[in-house]
């Protein structure tokens, strides 16, 4: 069997031979070689326009898209950097400030961290539960927007956490000055969710 497989491998090697003469007897030339070294350019280069875009596309479209988290002071401190760019500010709803106007519907309010002040402005009806004025403060606020060249903070989105601590077993409420008080069924309800 091993002579059969040998002597067929010689007889494909002879046709292949006499093709391959004459075709050139013919003037026909060759190009499988070619053919093959000039696809696989052809590749390699579709495979590097391809890498080079996403690249240039995560270093330099991405940019628009990302958000600074920052605290108040930060923000003012660099207002003229940072106007008209998406950033998350972080703060405490200074207790009395919170307005909500009807028509258009909105909501006005200050925040603050490390003694600065930002005044925001939320041109939506829907704020989270949690977002309420306590006079006694400790209302964490995040807010997400942009600040506008007047200096106030145009928000798109509002994070609210209160600061004061709820224990289920007592039903009680630890305020931010460290007093305990009865919850009521709403802050119950509000704190278990």
Request: glycine fraction near 6%.
């Given at each position: 069997m091993k002579k059969t497989l040998d002597?067929?491998?010689?007889?494909?090697v002879e046709e292949t031979e006499a093709v391959a003469a004459s075709a050139t007897a013919e003037g026909?030339?060759?190009h499988t070689g070619q053919a093959k070294r000039s696809a696989s350019w052809g590749l390699l280069a579709i495979l590097v326009c391809m890498a080079a875009g996403i690249a240039l596309l995560v270093l330099f479209?991405?940019?628009?898209?990302?958000?600074?988290?920052?605290?108040?002071?930060?923000?003012?401190a660099r207002a003229t950097e940072l106007?008209?760019?998406?950033?998350?500010v972080d703060g405490e709803?200074?207790?009395g400030t919170l307005q909500k106007q009807?028509?258009?519907?909105?909501?006005?309010?200050?925040?603050?961290?490390?003694?600065?002040?930002?005044?925001v402005r939320y041109p939506q009806c829907i704020v989270p539960d949690t977002f309420r004025d306590r006079p006694e403060g400790g209302v964490k606020v995040t807010v997400t927007g942009a600040l506008t060249k007047s200096g106030n903070f145009e928000a798109t989105e509002i994070l609210a956490k209160c600061a004061s601590k709820y224990d289920p077993k007592t039903h009680e409420i630890t305020k931010p000055d460290g007093t305990k008080v009865k919850a009521t069924p709403e802050e119950m309800m509000n704190a278990e969710q």
């Open positions: 002597q067929e491998l010689a007889n494909a026909q030339p060759l479209g991405f940019k628009e898209a990302a958000v600074y988290a920052l605290p108040v002071s930060e923000l003012k106007t008209g760019r998406r950033v998350r709803l200074v207790p009807d028509s258009p519907c909105e909501y006005s309010f200050q925040i603050q961290a490390s003694g600065a002040a930002l005044d």
